[in-house]
């Protein structure tokens, strides 16, 4: 059986193993993968020019060291000029697993958290004309703003409420956990079939309608009801 390695077994330090607060705890959730699936609510997926029909649902990745915990500050990246928010519902897993049944599926779930996952529209749009994946416009650094994780335990598992975010005072997007294409067992039932889930997995739900760019100075606000809040400023 092979040991574990030690720290003198690298040739050069290992990167810190990226993680997230847990809201009432001194302990940390260690993140392994990103998740996000792509156009989860009608009106969203009609903004982007795409039919809102219950079509199978699609996934990306962000890398986990692209988080930002429990908010701060987020850097404006550089080679785009046309950055957007996209805030989240998060699901944090506690158990991993494959072709997870849809009715068993909440027995995943750790926690949940808010997040946005902010989008190079620019660099992303011109990787869909030419047919290449999306890396560049979603899985560049601090891509990824999340909250504490709020333990299911403690809150339930949310299928309602409201999902805001404010930029500015200003209300950008709105709409309701309730109008989710796929509900969170369903993602997480499609997705287990493609991927061997793992504790510590993060899955991005899908954004409301109201996407829009942001720029340098910009305070942006987001709650979803009955979970959590997060508060960046775009620097």
């Given at each position: 059986m092979k040991q574990q390695a030690s720290a003198g077994d690298y040739i050069?330090?290992?990167?810190?193993?990226?993680?997230?607060?847990?809201?009432?705890?001194?302990?940390?959730l260690p993140v392994h993968r990103i998740y996000c699936v792509g156009r989860n609510y009608a009106e969203h997926a009609i903004e982007m020019g795409h039919d809102p029909k219950r079509e199978p649902p699609f996934f990306f990745q962000k890398n986990p060291d692209t988080l930002v915990p429990d908010g701060g500050r987020f850097p404006y990246p550089g080679r785009s000029n046309d950055v957007h928010h996209e805030f989240e519902l998060v699901v944090a897993l506690g158990q991993g697993g494959k072709d997870i049944k849809?009715?068993?599926?909440?027995?995943h779930i750790f926690g949940y958290a808010v997040?946005?996952?902010?989008?190079?529209?620019?660099?992303?749009?011109?990787a869909k004309k030419l047919g290449r994946p999306w890396e560049v416009g979603k899985a560049f650094e601090h891509a990824a703003p999340c909250s504490a994780v709020h333990p299911a335990a403690e809150i339930g598992h949310p299928a309602k409420g409201a999902i805001?975010?404010?930029?500015?005072g200003e209300r950008r997007q709105s709409g309701d956990l309730a109008q989710l294409i796929w509900s969170i067992p369903e993602v997480i039932?499609?997705?287990?079939?493609?991927?061997?889930l793992k504790p510590g997995d993060l899955i991005f739900t899908g954004t409301p309608a109201g996407v829009g760019p942001v720029k340098r100075g910009d305070r942006l606000h987001g709650a979803v009801e009955g979970v959590g809040e997060l508060r960046i400023e775009v620097v």
């Amino acid at each position: 059986m092979k040991q574990q390695a030690s720290a003198g077994d690298y040739i050069f330090p290992p990167q810190p193993q990226p993680s997230l607060p847990i809201q009432g705890s001194a302990r940390l959730l260690p993140v392994h993968r990103i998740y996000c699936v792509g156009r989860n609510y009608a009106e969203h997926a009609i903004e982007m020019g795409h039919d809102p029909k219950r079509e199978p649902p699609f996934f990306f990745q962000k890398n986990p060291d692209t988080l930002v915990p429990d908010g701060g500050r987020f850097p404006y990246p550089g080679r785009s000029n046309d950055v957007h928010h996209e805030f989240e519902l998060v699901v944090a897993l506690g158990q991993g697993g494959k072709d997870i049944k849809t009715g068993d599926a909440l027995d995943h779930i750790f926690g949940y958290a808010v997040g946005l996952d902010m989008t190079r529209r620019d660099l992303q749009g011109e990787a869909k004309k030419l047919g290449r994946p999306w890396e560049v416009g979603k899985a560049f650094e601090h891509a990824a703003p999340c909250s504490a994780v709020h333990p299911a335990a403690e809150i339930g598992h949310p299928a309602k409420g409201a999902i805001w975010l404010d930029v500015n005072g200003e209300r950008r997007q709105s709409g309701d956990l309730a109008q989710l294409i796929w509900s969170i067992p369903e993602v997480i039932t499609h997705l287990s079939a493609l991927f061997e889930l793992k504790p510590g997995d993060l899955i991005f739900t899908g954004t409301p309608a109201g996407v829009g760019p942001v720029k340098r100075g910009d305070r942006l606000h987001g709650a979803v009801e009955g979970v959590g809040e997060l508060r960046i400023e775009v620097v």
